[in-house]
């Protein structure tokens, strides 16, 4: 029964789908060493059905000859060569290509080896129709075959794309560059208080400043190991505070005092984030502190994953799952039951699947399979979610990749892999967790960062640095236009400190301050600047990156200081020149030395309250009511005195002068004159002179009530300080009249002597 037809042409089964299976059918297989696929053995039938059933990037390289056949996902690998790439010999390949995998391919054919895997290797494919260089992990596993001379049939070969992985460890990397160069400019140090194993992550310069060994900070001590350090006048303070922090969460800043090991205090400012737990309790907290001693001693002085798969030979780490709906089959090998943590005996049900889910993903997870096993959907799952490890109850992230395959609107065929992918995720979180502490470094130091691509010419600035130049943000920078902000006096070094830096025989650090003039506004500011730059292997600098901060606050500083000290020499130098002055004409022999030591003292305290009143208006000057006021007080008090002339501002040498004559005259009004008895009183009038040229003041002191006045036979010193001394010292003149009725003294002086 049966004879003479012809034999069964075997068929690829139904689920085989795709551009790359109707090639499959229509190659003309007798062409090559493996002969028509009727001819071909089972083992290659089912290795050719499971690649081109998979949206997996796979290959079989086939047979001695080694002949190529390839999914639609190993397509884009190929490059240009797809699709005369199917059904080609190894020894047809490029002669570069051949070397490179020849060896490999054999010892798997042999049976000498068990397979191979390489790790992020560069290939080229094409995305939307241009080549862009990829990066994956392929691995090469052996086929059996028992009508194979070895029982090893061909090599299968799986390519898994982790060009996303290799990109985020790149941007880690210069995440973390950039965010150490931050620290280092602005002299930040970071930490991380893990709350639940009470350890502290310190870098070196937060251990620096709390007198800790850099190398255990970094790899964690005990909270009470940096407590010694903090000033014991601060110490419960911080602790208190820390420990509000941790118990409520959100953000805290404080400043305090450490004590360094040779007993120097530093001021630090610190700046964090507390976090709590899903249930509310602490969990950990991060931040930044700053070495502030210079800024407070200026305030003194002046008053900042590794994916693993493999879909056929577990080489890459992935699970694979196999489920046929309408036949209530389901298959997860030995990798995607060990990702579940699920026990040998253990099926692989619908319900044990859902209760390794977390709560929080299990509608989501649903939505997706249903979107995907959906006869007008995409047919395809690609998603990441939460599970608890079935054999330990440990969290983990998946990942998961499927196909569906329908037959009209009925799902056959539900095929895939899943991945372990927790390590990658916590890669990302710890780069959030980094950027965080890099935006609180910089928001606590207010920091300017920039990176400049040597290849590509583009700079890029961040947003501070824009203002830092006065130049609106969002425009592109240029080094000839940052040149072009720097100050004229200070362009030369900056040109220098670059070019030392990148000079691959010096590579200098570049680390200067200079002026920048700002583009729209105008204004001149200091600034302190740290960079790096980045060599190739071939010596040529490739990138140069760096910060920037603000220091025109502390340069300005500095200059005040510096006047302060020279305005404070020169006031004293006349001070003491006045007092020599004083003490001649008080000690001169002409009066008994009880009354001169009264003398003198009363007329240092006139100098002294002047000094008090100009002090207080950092020496810039003095309103005349306020000397006359003070005065006053000091004789007498207001209600013996009539006060009366408009608000006029006087110069430290007229304020100082005209107070030391006021006191002159209130001493004597005291002793001989209106204040010696208890009705008399003093009038103080002022007014602007009307004559044209420099501004004047005239001044009338007059005393009613008091005993009859006679001249004075032999003038003392208080008169010949005021009529000649304050003549001389403010370019005016000055009379005492001593009228019966009580003394008048006229003063006419320069307001700005």
């Known amino acids: ?66 002949v190529l056949i390839y ?40 049976g000498a080896s068990g397979g191979f895997a390489f790790e992020k290797l560069p290939l080229w494919v094409l995305r939307d129709g241009k080549p862009e260089k990829g990066y994956f992990t392929v691995s090469y596993s052996p086929v059996p075959d028992a009508t194979a001379a070895n029982g090893v049939g061909g090599v299968l070969v799986t390519a898994v794309e982790i060009s996303r992985s290799v990109k985020a460890e790149k941007t880690l990397r210069t995440t973390q560059e950039r965010y150490a160069l931050a620290r280092e400019v602005a002299g930040v140090g970071a930490w991380e208080w893990d709350i639940r194993a009470n350890k502290v992550y310190a870098d070196a310069r937060y251990a620096e400043l709390h007198n800790v060994s850099p190398e255990f900070a970094g790899a964690g001590l005990p909270a009470h190991s940096f407590t ?12 208190d505070i820390a420990l509000k922090a941790a118990y409520e969460g959100g953000d805290f800043s404080e400043e305090y005092r450490l004590v360094q090991a040779d007993g120097s205090v530093r001021w630090v400012f610190t700046r964090g984030r507390a976090y709590l737990d899903k249930d509310g309790q602490p969990s950990r907290n991060t931040g930044v502190i700053v070495d502030i001693t210079e800024r407070k001693r ?26 046929k709906p309408y036949l209530g089959q389901r298959f997860w090998d030995a990798r995607a039951r060990a990702i579940f943590g699920l026990t040998a005996d253990e099926a692989p049900t619908q319900e044990t699947f859902e209760q390794r889910l977390h709560p929080d993903d299990l509608e989501r997870v649903r939505a997706a399979v249903d979107a995907a096993t959906d006869p007008k959907g995409g047919g395809a799952i690609n998603l ?35 991945s372990d992918v927790t390590e990658r995720r916590e890669a990302v979180e710890r780069l959030l967790r980094q950027e965080e502490t890099l935006r609180l470094a910089i928001d606590a130091a207010d920091v300017g960062t920039w990176d400049f691509n040597m290849d590509t010419n583009e700079l890029v600035w961040s947003e501070r640095c824009f203002a830092m130049f006065g130049v609106k943000p969002g425009e592109l920078p240029t080094v000839t236009s940052f040149l072009a902000r720097v100050h004229p006096s200070d362009e030369p070094k900056v040109r220098d400190a670059i070019r030392q830096a990148l000079d691959p025989a010096v590579r200098a650090d570049y680390s200067i301050e200079f002026r920048s003039v700002g583009r729209d506004d105008h204004v001149e500011r ?65 009066r008994a030395l009880d009354q001169a030591q009264e003398a003198f003292s009363s007329r240092i ?31 007498g008090g207001p209600a013996r005195f009539d006060l009366s002339g408009p608000a006029i501002r006087l110069s430290p040498k007229t304020a100082l002068s005209l107070s030391m004559a006021l006191h002159e005259l209130a001493t004597n009004a005291v002793k001989y004159g209106a204040l010696s008895t208890p009705d008399g009183r003093i ?71």
């Not at 290795?47 to 059933?53: N, S």
């Not at 010694?228 to 602790?239: G, K, L, Q």
């Not at 002046?302 to 699970?319: P, S, T, V």
């Open 1 to 66: 029964m049966g004879e003479g037809k012809p034999p069964n042409t075997p068929v690829l089964t139904r689920i085989a789908g795709g551009e790359m299976a109707e090639r499959v059918r229509a190659f003309g297989w007798e062409r090559t060493p493996l002969g028509a696929r009727e001819t071909w053995s089972p083992a290659l039938r089912l290795a050719t059905d499971m690649i081109l059933a998979t949206n997996f990037p796979m290959a079989l390289r086939w047979g001695p000859e080694l």
């Open 71 to 110: 999914n639609d996902a190993y397509a884009p690998a190929l490059d240009v060569h797809h699709p005369q790439a199917l059904g080609v010999l190894l020894k047809d390949t490029p002669p570069d290509f051949q070397t490179s995998i020849r060896s490999l391919h054999e010892d798997i054919l042999s």
């Open 228 to 239: 010694p350090a903090v000033h014991p006048d601060d110490r419960d303070r911080i602790r």
């Open 298 to 323: 200026v305030e003194a002085e002046l008053a900042a994953a590794r994916l693993d798969l493999d879909l056929a030979a577990q080489a890459a780490g992935m699970g694979r799952w196999d489920h």
């Open 384 to 418: 990441e979610y939460r599970i608890y490890r079935g054999d330990d109850g440990a969290l983990r992230w998946v990942e998961t990749f499927g196909k569906a395959f329908f037959e009209g609107d009925q799902v056959v065929r539900f095929v895939g892999v899943v």
């Open 526 to 590: 200091w600034l302190g600047v740290k960079g790096k730059v980045f060599f190739g292997p071939d010596d040529k600098p490739r990138r140069f990156v760096g910060a920037v901060v603000n220091i025109t606050d502390r340069k300005r500083a500095e200059l005040h200081l510096r006047l302060l000290v020279n305005e404070l020499n020169h006031r004293v130098k006349n001070s003491l020149a006045t007092i020599q002055a004083i003490a001649a004409q008080s000690f001169t022999g002409a």
């Open 605 to 635: 305290v006139a100098l002294a309250e002047a000094h008090d009143l100009l002090t207080r208006e950092n020496w810039e000057g003095a309103e005349l009511h306020d000397v006359t006021a003070r005065v006053a007080e000091l004789h």
């Open 683 to 753: 009038r103080l009038a002022w007014d602007l002179c009307p004559d044209p040229g420099a501004e004047r003041l005239d001044l009338v002191w007059t005393e009613t009530g008091g005993p009859p006045v006679k001249p004075p036979t032999v003038r003392g010193f208080g008169s010949r300080l005021i009529e000649r001394g304050l003549a001389a010292e403010l370019s005016g003149s000055a009379t005492i009249d001593f009228q019966p009725e009580g003394v008048v003294c006229r003063i006419r002086a320069l307001l700005e002597a």
